[in-house]
């Protein structure tokens, strides 16, 4: 079955450089949810996002951006990056919604692995 | 295809008294097994987790879950409820075949009444 798909897997960017990662979800999924995993860290939660609507926030830092498209793809548009923002970044996704009624299990993608410079 | 389930949207419980939140899964193959809390506005932090060994997990705040093969269940429970407890609990599964990624259950509010 087709898994929630990141892109890119890898990336290396300097300091003050911008980065966009991409999630792509599971087909008829409608939700996305956004995670930074430190090094030796919890997932931390940044934001999420309902039928291209942001539904919930986290811990994001105001550096970052993130929307949902018509296709339920979801980008992280990250600005003036920090060394400290070095982490894995995990998407998941879900079937309907974050609030408001019962949701269902969150796949999570296989992250993609940020290095600041 | 893998999946975990947490039957209860919400479980209260009186300060004081033993909790109990349930999860079970499904899988195929040997599942790592996770419990994760998020309080208010803030990411997720980690409880606990079960690779292999003794099934009874003891985790972080008093926390401690039992992993139940046969039953696919990995119950959290708390001997003694604190308000502070108040939270969403998420149950994880991690299985190496569906490329190590997390499956995180829908999760379960926590409510500790004074």
């Given amino acids: 079955a087709a898994g929630v798909i990141q892109s890119p ?5 300097e300091k003050r450089e911008t980065a966009t990662l991409k999630c ?6 409608d939700t996305v ?11 931390q939660f940044l934001i999420s996002f309902y039928e291209k609507m942001q539904s919930d926030k986290g811990s994001i830092p105001d550096r ?45 993608g296989p ?3 940020l290095l600041v410079l | 295809a893998q999946s975990v389930a947490q039957p209860e949207d919400q479980v209260n419980v009186a300060e004081g008294n033993p909790l109990t939140v349930k999860c079970t899964y499904s899988v195929s193959g040997n599942p790592y097994l996770f419990w994760y809390v998020q309080y208010p506005n803030r990411g997720l932090q980690f409880l606990l987790k079960y690779i292999t060994g003794d099934n009874l997990v003891k985790g972080s705040y008093g926390f401690e879950a039992e992993f139940n093969k046969s039953q696919t ?11 502070s407890d108040s939270a969403l609990y998420f149950c994880a599964v991690r299985v190496l075949n569906y ?14 009444l004074p």
């Avoid at chain 1, 897997?9 to 960017?13: C, D, G, P, T, Y």
């Avoid at chain 1, 949810?33 to 997932?43: A, K, L, S, V």
């Fill in chain 1, 64 to 108: 970052f951006s993130a929307q949902q498209f018509s296709d339920y793809h979801s980008e992280l548009n990250m600005s003036s990056l920090e060394l400290g923002d070095s982490a894995l970044y995990f998407c998941a996704s879900s079937l309907g919604g974050t609030s408001g009624r019962r949701r269902e299990t969150q796949y999570f």
């Fill in chain 1, 9 to 13: 897997r890898h990336l290396i960017k």
């Fill in chain 2, 73 to 83: 269940s990995f119950h959290l429970k708390k001997p003694s409820a604190l308000v």
């Fill in chain 1, 33 to 43: 949810y956004w995670y930074q995993q430190g090094p030796g860290q919890d997932p």
């Fill in chain 1, 24 to 29: 792509y979800p599971i087909p008829r999924h």
């Fill in chain 2, 99 to 112: 490329g190590q990624n997390f499956v995180f259950g829908p999760g379960t509010r926590l409510s500790v």
């Fill in chain 1, 111 to 113: 992250g993609t692995r």
